[in-house]
Structure formats: C-alpha cells, structure tokens
C-alpha cells in the first residue's frame, strides 16, 4: 500500500479519541467487577437488601462508586435475579 | 505500544495497569467500529462501547491466540454493534450490516496499522500528528499548547507524515 500524504491524513483522521468518561468507566471495570461481586455477596445474604438493591440498581452501583453503565446493571440485575 | 501477547499475559495475570493500556490501545479502534461502522450515536455508542470492554474484560481467558486481540476485539464489537442496533428496534439479534461496512472495517484496520507506526515516532511529532488529524486542532492551539510557534506547525506535520510514511514502508 501507498502512504502518500492524503492516505496518510485519511488514515489518521479515522481514528479521533473516544471520550475522556467512557475511556476511563472502562478502565476501572476491575473496580467495579469487584464492588459487583462484593454487592451481589451482600445481597445474597440479606434479603432486604436484595430488594432495595433491585428495585433501583442504578442507585445501588452509584453508591458503590460504580459507573452504572448499561451492561454492569445488565450484569447485576441477571445475577440478582438467577440467585 | 506493547505486544497483543504481552498485554494479554499481563491482564490474565492481574495487572491492572495492563487493563489500563489494553483500553487505551483498542478505544479508538472500538469507538471507531461503532461510530463510523455501525453509525451508532450518544448513548448507543456509549453503551455499545461499554458493552465490548465488559465483555472483552470476562471472556479475555477464553481467547486462544493471543496474537489475535485486535481481529476478536473487532468481532466482538460487531457482535455487540448488531444486538445494540437490533434491541434498538425491538427486534431479534439482526445480521444484517450497515451498507460499505466490510470497506470502512478494512479502512479502521490500516487506520489501526498507522496508529501502531505512530507509537514509535518521537513524543512530539505524535503529539502534532494527533492533535492536528484524529482532535483536528489548530494550528495555533497546537502551537499554544506545545509552545511551538504556530507557523511552524505545518512545516512540523509535513516532517511528522514523512517520518511515519517511512516507518509504514520500512
């Protein structure tokens, strides 16, 4: 292949940063696989806190300092609902 | 950049600086692959994009060939670009792909190849030669930031481009 200047730039121009906040959620997902399978622990031996836990899984993650991205609150509602 | 087997060796093995690097290496190709491939927007390229790095993180064990990161990365981002797309329109898992997607993917992997070149080019031509193509800066925002006389820049990115044009063609 020829990498003149122009195929260079086209090239180049493909490839523009993905944001900052995305970037750094996916970056602290073993962090937050960790505070997951710490919650799903806790969950599992209280009831109460299951409920709670599912009925606002968005808030529950949050307040473990997880980013609730879709897939993680995918993730807990399976693994809540399967126990 | 650091080797697929290394990378992959280091993440199995715990190290989470080793995460770190693989995001940082494979974002652009991802976000790319759902932006550009697949068309997706806001929050679908946002979920999408997550979505492939959760994946990518718990099946990471399950990848045979270590020197095949970059080709499983991109089937798996497809994968999830197609459900992404399909519950978006409440339907089932589609296989239908978005018109010129084979061209624009063969396009992101020379993009890919180029981005690999560009790592060993010295700190400051990559600086110049991201700024100005993949953040499209100006000439004077660079110059700024880098404390290089704005009209100096262009001369610096056409120096740049031949330097990487020769590590391509090497």
């Given at each position: 292949?020829?990498?003149?200047?122009?195929?260079?730039?086209?090239?180049?121009?493909?490839?523009?940063?993905?944001?900052?906040?995305?970037?750094?959620?996916?970056?602290?997902?073993?962090?937050?696989?960790?505070?997951?399978?710490?919650?799903?622990?806790?969950?599992?031996?209280?009831?109460?806190?299951?409920?709670?836990?599912?009925?606002?899984?968005?808030?529950?993650?949050?307040?473990?300092?997880?980013?609730?991205?879709?897939?993680?609150?995918?993730?807990?509602?399976?693994?809540?609902?399967?126990? | 950049?650091?080797?697929?087997?290394?990378?992959?060796?280091?993440?199995?093995?715990?190290?989470?600086?080793?995460?770190?690097?693989?995001?940082?290496?494979?974002?652009?190709?991802?976000?790319?692959?759902?932006?550009?491939?697949?068309?997706?927007?806001?929050?679908?390229?946002?979920?999408?994009?997550?979505?492939?790095?959760?994946?990518?993180?718990?099946?990471?064990?399950?990848?045979?060939?270590?020197?095949?990161?970059?080709?499983?990365?991109?089937?798996?981002?497809?994968?999830?670009?197609?459900?992404?797309i399909a519950a978006g329109k409440r339907e089932e898992?589609?296989?239908?792909?978005?018109?010129?997607?084979?061209?624009?993917?063969?396009?992101?992997?020379?993009?890919?190849?180029?981005?690999?070149?560009?790592?060993?080019?010295?700190?400051?031509?990559?600086?110049?030669?991201?700024?100005?193509?993949?953040?499209?800066?100006?000439?004077?925002?660079?110059?700024?930031?880098?404390?290089?006389?704005?009209?100096?820049?262009?001369?610096?990115?056409?120096?740049?481009?031949?330097?990487?044009?020769?590590?391509?063609?090497?």
């Amino acid at each position: 292949m020829s990498y003149d200047e122009e195929t260079l730039a086209k090239l180049l121009r493909m490839f523009p940063p993905a944001p900052e906040g995305w970037v750094r959620a996916a970056q602290e997902l073993p962090n937050a696989r960790d505070a997951l399978d710490d919650l799903v622990a806790r969950a599992e031996a209280d009831a109460e806190l299951r409920r709670r836990i599912l009925n606002d899984l968005e808030a529950a993650l949050a307040a473990e300092g997880v980013e609730p991205s879709s897939a993680l609150l995918a993730e807990l509602r399976v693994r809540l609902s399967a126990d | 950049m650091p080797s697929e087997e290394e990378l992959v060796a280091r993440c199995l093995a715990g190290d989470p600086e080793a995460w770190n690097d693989l995001v940082r290496t494979y974002s652009r190709y991802v976000f790319a692959i759902c932006s550009q491939g697949y068309r997706l927007q806001g929050a679908d390229a946002e979920d999408a994009f997550q979505d492939v790095f959760v994946r990518v993180y718990g099946r990471l064990d399950t990848l045979r060939n270590a020197e095949a990161l970059r080709p499983w990365i991109a089937q798996m981002t497809r994968r999830v670009c197609l459900d992404r797309i399909a519950a978006g329109k409440r339907e089932e898992p589609s296989d239908v792909e978005p018109l010129g997607l084979e061209a624009t993917l063969e396009e992101l992997d020379e993009a890919f190849a180029v981005r690999e070149a560009m790592a060993e080019l010295s700190e400051e031509c990559r600086e110049i030669l991201d700024r100005f193509f993949c953040r499209d800066e100006s000439y004077r925002t660079i110059g700024e930031e880098l404390g290089l006389p704005a009209g100096t820049i262009a001369s610096r990115i056409s120096r740049c481009l031949a330097r990487l044009r020769q590590r391509l063609e090497a």
